[in-house]
């Protein structure tokens, strides 16, 4: 496998981790600037002044670190992502540089590409009707209020939440998305989850910690579940149990904003049908890398370099912050 290869190929596990990198982002400017002359409450430290949101949307986030918007995505977009969806797992596209994964429960002799078996595909940028998620200006309008003007998109998911088998491993356990994230400021960086359909505790709804997003960045590991646990689905080791929990029930086309640093999971699917929702977690264009080593996010690291070095032969040794600038020009 050639340098060039490897390298994409290191790009698509990287992105399938939720390392992607700011600088091989895609890029969309919005159309509406932030004024040099607005005034900035000094209170507000997690959301940009603009016109979009209101006082009390603001005061929400900024004490909470999630806010809801209701109805944002149209019928006929949700409808256009879950055809596209369907067609990806019949075999018949196949974007380049995309992950699809299923659940740890599921035999590899039991693999027949269907929904049934692919319980989340992850970086579909080059798949330009999924990823026109990203660009919906309904979508961009709000994004730029946690963001500011300049936004990058640097991990994308579709996931497909299976019928539990039994043994729970649909569910996903709380963590933090700011530990598979190698950029800073973690102010400036946003995730948009969309769902798909009617989403609750029955088919595994996202529960959120409120206020958690102002505490720091918490130890991570792989929980010790007796049924097993899906790849790179960490949990935090010493929250406080007793932190109240909130349960999103959303309906198709509702979105959810969230600050990377909010403590967050969803339960197992107790249904028959497949929970769906679309996401993507964007930057501002501002945010710079940072040295991981040493870090709760450290483990993260060794593990995406042990598994690339395993797939594609890439050495062990190699810096994940010197490797994603070596892919910057691709």
């Not at 039991?110 to 692919?118: A, D, G, H, L, T």
């Not at 529960?207 to 790179?232: F, I, R």
């Amino acid at each position: 496998m050639n340098q060039r290869q490897a390298a994409a190929r290191l790009r698509v596990v990287l992105g399938h981790l939720g390392q992607t990198s700011a600088r091989t982002g895609v890029a969309y400017s919005t159309s509406r600037a932030v004024s040099p002359n607005s005034f900035h409450p000094p209170q507000f430290q997690y959301t940009q002044h603009n016109a979009v949101l209101s006082l009390e949307q603001r005061k929400f986030y900024e004490e909470n670190g999630f806010l809801v918007i209701k109805s944002l995505v149209s019928d006929a977009d949700i409808q256009r992502f879950r055809d596209q969806f369907e067609r990806i797992c019949r075999g018949e596209v196949k974007p380049e540089q995309m992950m699809i994964m299923r659940d740890v429960s599921i035999a590899k002799s039991e693999y027949i590409p269907s929904e049934r078996m692919i319980s989340k595909i992850q970086d579909f940028q080059e798949d330009k009707e999924l990823f026109r998620y990203c660009t919906l200006p309904e979508i961009l309008k709000y994004v730029e209020c946690f963001t500011g003007p300049n936004i990058m998109a640097m991990h994308t998911m579709l996931i497909n939440k299976p019928p539990d088998s039994g043994k729970k491993t649909s569910r996903h356990p709380l963590h933090q998305d700011l530990l598979y994230f190698p950029f800073r400021p973690s102010n400036k960086i946003v995730c948009a989850w969309t769902a798909m359909e009617h989403i609750d505790r029955n088919n595994g709804c996202l529960c959120v910690l409120p206020g958690t997003h102002k505490g720091p960045l918490k130890p991570h590991d792989y929980p010790q579940w007796e049924g097993g646990v899906n790849l790179m689905f960490y949990g935090i080791q010493d929250y406080d149990e007793k932190t109240p929990r909130v349960h999103l029930v959303m309906e198709k086309g509702d979105t959810v904003f969230f600050h990377p640093l909010l403590i967050h999971g969803s339960g197992w699917n107790r249904t028959q049908g497949y929970r769906k929702a679309i996401s993507c977690h964007f930057a501002s264009a501002d945010c710079h890398y940072i040295d991981v080593k040493g870090t709760s996010q450290e483990i993260v690291e060794r593990e995406v370099m042990e598994l690339v070095h395993r797939l594609y032969g890439i050495p062990k040794d190699t810096s994940l912050q010197v490797r994603l600038y070596e892919m910057k020009d691709l």
